[in-house]
C-alpha cells in the first residue's frame, strides 16, 4: 500500500495535469466530464470526454467544471478529480490512501474559490491539501530561484485566466489576474467567424485555428487555412478560407488585456527588483504562451527580455509538485 502518497494537482481550466514525486506528469488530460443527465453518472472524463464536445445525443452533456481559473461546478468537479485520481492510481500501480495534495489556485481567487476547491480534493480522501497561488508554482515549475532575494518574473496564460507575478523570498510582491486567456480567444475567434461569414463553428475548431494561425504579433507572414462550420442562412455545411491576419484581429483585445496586466504588475514592482526585471526579464509558461509569435511580441512591447520556461504546458504541475518539499520542510520547522 501506498499511503501516504505525495502529488501536485494543476486544477487548469483547460487541462489537469497531476504530478508525483515519484515518477514526474503522470496525468495530463482536458477538464472535461461527460454526464448522462438522465442518470447523472459520468460517461467520461478527460480526452474522451473532449472527444465528444459538440458530437453526443441529448442525454450526454460534456461538461467543463471548471471555469476561469475557479470551480464553476462544484459536484462534477469533484466527481472529475475522483475519476482522475484513480487513473492516476493505476498509472502509479499502487493504491493512493490519503495523499498530502499541493494545488494551486488563481492568485485573485477569492476565499469561497479556495475554499471550494480545498473540499473538493479533501471529498477524494486527501490527507492533507495545501493550496498554492498559481503564478508561485509556475516559477518553481520555471526552475526560476524563488527562494533567493531578486525579482522572478512569471506570465502564465493558461485556459481560463492569465497570471502575472513577481516573486521574490518565496512570496508574491505584486500580482495580477485578468480572466482572459485562451477560452477567450477561442470565443473570440467563434464569433469573428459568426458575424463575419454568418458560419457557426465549435469551441475545438475554434481552438485549432488559434493553435494553426494564431498570431500575437500583427507583423507576421501571412497564411491561411481552411474550416468548415454550418451556415447560418442555408443550415447546410460550408467550407471556407481564413487567414492569419483576420485570427490576430479577432484576438487583439485579450492580447491588450494580457499586457495591461503585466504593464500593471510591472508598476506596483519595488523599485530595488525592477533592475532584476531588466537583467533577467520575464518568463512565459502555460498553454497561451504557445501562440506563435508570443515571445517576440511582448519582447517588444515591454522592452525586457522574455524567456519561454523549459515546459511551458507542465510549469504549473511540475511546481506544485516540488512544492510538496518546501511544505514538508516547513511543516517540519515548525514543529
Not at 492516476?88 to 498530502?100: A, E, F, I, Q
Request: with cysteine; net charge negative; charged share 25%.
Amino acid at each position: 500500500m501506498f499511503s501516504n502518497a505525495e502529488i501536485g494537482i494543476d486544477l487548469g481550466t483547460a487541462n489537469i495535469l497531476v504530478y508525483s514525486k515519484t515518477k514526474g506528469i503522470v496525468l495530463n488530460e482536458p477538464s472535461v466530464v461527460a454526464i448522462d443527465i438522465e442518470t447523472k453518472k459520468v460517461v467520461a472524463v478527460g480526452a474522451e470526454a473532449k472527444e465528444m464536445v459538440g458530437k453526443t445525443p441529448k442525454n450526454i452533456v460534456p461538461i467543463r467544471p471548471l471555469r476561469d481559473g475557479v470551480i464553476a461546478d462544484y459536484d462534477v468537479t469533484a466527481q472529475m478529480l475522483r475519476e482522475l485520481l484513480k487513473k492516476v492510481s493505476k498509472t502509479l500501480g499502487m493504491s493512493m490512501r490519503k495523499p498530502t495534495v499541493v494545488v494551486c489556485t488563481p492568485s485573485g481567487s477569492t476565499t469561497v474559490e479556495r475554499r471550494a476547491i480545498h473540499n473538493a480534493v479533501t471529498s477524494y480522501g486527501a490527507k492533507h491539501v495545501h493550496l498554492i497561488e498559481e503564478p508561485v508554482a509556475a516559477a518553481i515549475g520555471a526552475d526560476l530561484p524563488v527562494d533567493e532575494p531578486i525579482a522572478n518574473v512569471v506570465v502564465d496564460i493558461g485556459g481560463g485566466t492569465s497570471e502575472v507575478g513577481i516573486i521574490s523570498f518565496g512570496g508574491v510582491v505584486s500580482c495580477n489576474s485578468v480572466r482572459t486567456a485562451g477560452d477567450k480567444m477561442d470565443d473570440e475567434i467563434i464569433q469573428h467567424i459568426r458575424k463575419t461569414y454568418n458560419i457557426l463553428i465549435g469551441e475545438r475548431t475554434a481552438e485549432n485555428i488559434k493553435m494553426e494561425i494564431g498570431y500575437a504579433h500583427p507583423n507576421h507572414k501571412e497564411v491561411t487555412m481552411d474550416i468548415r462550420g454550418r451556415d447560418m442562412v442555408t443550415g447546410l455545411p460550408k467550407t471556407i478560407e481564413i487567414t492569419s491576419t483576420e485570427i490576430y484581429n479577432a484576438i487583439k483585445e485579450s492580447l491588450e488585456q494580457i499586457l495591461e496586466a503585466i504593464r500593471a504588475t510591472l508598476e506596483d514592482c519595488p523599485p530595488e527588483l525592477s533592475g532584476d526585471i531588466v537583467d533577467h526579464g520575464i518568463v512565459l509558461t502555460g498553454g497561451g504562451a504557445l501562440l506563435n509569435g508570443m515571445q517576440e511580441w511582448l519582447a517588444n512591447e515591454i522592452s525586457v527580455p522574455v524567456h519561454m520556461a523549459p515546459n511551458p504546458l507542465e510549469s504549473v504541475a511540475i511546481g506544485t509538485g516540488r512544492a510538496i518539499k518546501m511544505i514538508t520542510k516547513l511543516q517540519k520547522a515548525a514543529k
